[in-house]
């Protein structure tokens, strides 16, 4: 474990190096929540209005919370960068040294994401302030409640993403799923409240990665209670525990099929 | 003057062909690309499915008009990076020295540069445009006034990527300056107009010309005006006249420690 942390520390202290990209990248990020602002203040006519239990308030803030979870992922970069290792055959620096590949790929990719993820939440909250005018009911535990779901929730998108990399073994470029699944929580994941959808295939998004990546940590934060957090976090344990089974059975068997010429 | 515009056009059309018979060597990567950037994009119309599902019209725009938008954005930007990819990597190109082998060619270093690589992906984004155009409802007429709107849009997000990414000549990396005047272009292009107010609204037709390059467009679909068509025609012309200005008084600033590359 004490090799997984040291990686993770070195990856910490390097990105600071970039703090400036992460605070231009912060940008893009906001120009989201600004149009989400503005679409959401036309559909609700009056702000008094609720839909699905959710007001004009409500909404932003749920979409502030889901936008840092998706937008810190960095998993584009993340995604390419394990496909290109898998490519290239890069990966045989990393398969022959003392640790798991996938603990050196979670650990040095949240390393990665930290203080991008502290920066984006401090963000958060003072434009959704601004564009709201009023916090929803936090008190301290459903902050850290909140927080404890959002590390999670990155865990998790994290091992997603590792092993949509790793399907790289079998076919030439898994860039492309990676996008459909990128898309797949941002349309379905970040912009609306599960609530939101026809009650059909609300149960089906509950079981969901969605539930626990996005969803889960942002009603957190808009509607906190000890059984929700409680439902989440067991949720987010699951799934970790599932991914996490995935990606190393995935990896065992692709590693097998690798061929690498000359070096 | 005409023989050599003719001539600048035919190398840049065989330098698109090149690239793209180079890109379909893998024709399982091919395919996939495409496919995959076809759905990347239709996953979009859930959003607006749950959006109309909650109110009858947004923005003042009907469902059927904002996969429209949709089209004319998708096609618009997959124009742009299928023909002109490098346009959008310039800052990177001027900063590395990688203009070096741009600069002994007998044609346009600012054409030979952006037309010498293509982005695959950007096929779909074409595809989907017409996709949403059948969809929406197509005539010949229909066609190819889509065609020349994405055509036109496609050209002013081209030259506003070199614009941004010229300012290299002048403060070194504008790199990000660059992606965030393209990420800004692609965000507001997918949303209806109607949504937004004031002084974003006035930004949305002038510093940030997303209302040139697909707004104005859908007007023009949906109902032909004369004097939209000929605001857009002119503003591609003058965006374009900019970017090649802005580029050759950029050029002239221009230096490198002679950086040997090979261009296949």
């Known amino acids: ?263 | 003057m005409l023989t050599a515009v003719k001539n600048q056009i035919k190398v840049a059309l065989l330098s698109t062909k090149y690239g793209l018979m180079r890109e379909m060597t893998n024709k399982v990567t091919f395919i996939m690309d495409v496919t995959f950037m076809i759905l990347n994009n239709a996953s979009f119309i859930i959003q607006w499915i749950i959006l109309y599902s909650l109110k009858d019209d947004i923005g003042g725009y009907t469902f059927k008009q904002v996969l429209l938008l949709w089209g004319i954005a998708a096609s618009t930007y997959g124009f742009a990076h299928f023909s002109f990819k490098k346009a959008f990597s310039i800052s990177d190109t001027i900063n590395n020295g990688k203009l070096d082998s741009y600069l002994v060619q007998p044609k346009n270093v600012l054409i030979s540069c952006i037309t010498s690589d293509i982005q695959v992906s950007a096929i779909g984004d074409i595809l989907y445009g017409y996709i949403m155009l059948l969809i929406y409802g197509i005539t010949i007429q229909n066609f190819i006034l889509f065609s020349l709107l994405s055509i036109s849009g496609g050209l002013i997000v081209v030259s506003i990527a070199v614009i941004l990414g010229s300012l290299s000549f002048w403060i070194g990396k504008s790199d990000s300056i660059a992606d965030t005047g393209n990420d800004l272009m692609v965000k507001f292009a997918t949303y209806p107009d109607g949504i937004f107010k004031g002084i974003t609204k006035i930004l949305l037709f002038t510093l940030i010309p997303v209302g040139i390059t697909t707004y104005m467009p859908v007007w023009i679909m949906t109902e032909f005006n004369i004097t939209y068509m000929s605001i857009v025609l002119a503003s591609s012309a003058f965006f374009i006249f900019t970017a090649f200005s802005i580029f050759n008084r950029g050029l002239k600033r221009y230096s490198s420690s002679n950086l040997m590359i090979s261009k296949i």
């Open chain 1, 1 to 263: 474990m004490r090799k997984y942390l040291y990686i993770y520390k070195s990856e910490v202290i390097s990105s600071l190096s970039y703090v400036l990209n992460i605070v231009i990248g912060i940008f893009s990020y906001l120009l989201l929540i600004f149009i989400f602002f503005n679409l959401w203040n036309y559909i609700y006519s009056d702000s008094s209005d609720t839909i699905n239990g959710y007001t004009i308030g409500d909404m932003i803030w749920y979409i502030s919370i889901t936008e840092i979870l998706w937008s810190v992922a960095g998993g584009r970069k993340f995604c390419r960068k394990i496909c290109d290792d898998v490519r290239s055959g890069n990966i045989t620096y990393n398969i022959n040294k003392p640790y798991s590949y996938i603990g050196y790929l979670l650990s040095s990719h949240l390393g990665e994401v930290t203080i991008k993820f502290i920066i984006y939440f401090i963000s958060a909250i003072i434009v959704g302030f601004i564009f709201v005018g009023s916090f929803p009911e936090i008190t301290a535990l459903s902050i850290i409640g909140t927080i404890i779901s959002m590390i999670l929730a990155i865990i998790i998108n994290s091992l997603f993403i590792i092993f949509i990399g790793l399907v790289s073994f079998y076919i030439e470029d898994a860039n492309p799923l990676y996008w459909l699944y990128s898309k797949f929580l941002l349309v379905v994941g970040t912009l609306f409240p599960i609530e939101i959808f026809p009650e059909g295939i609300q149960g089906f998004l509950k079981l969901s990665p969605i539930y626990v990546i996005t969803y889960g940590p942002a009603k957190l934060f808009v509607d906190f209670s000890v059984e929700k957090f409680l439902n989440i976090i067991i949720a987010q344990i699951i799934y970790i525990g599932i991914s996490f089974g995935l990606c190393k059975i995935l990896y065992k068997k692709g590693v097998r099929k690798l061929n690498v010429n000359g070096g």
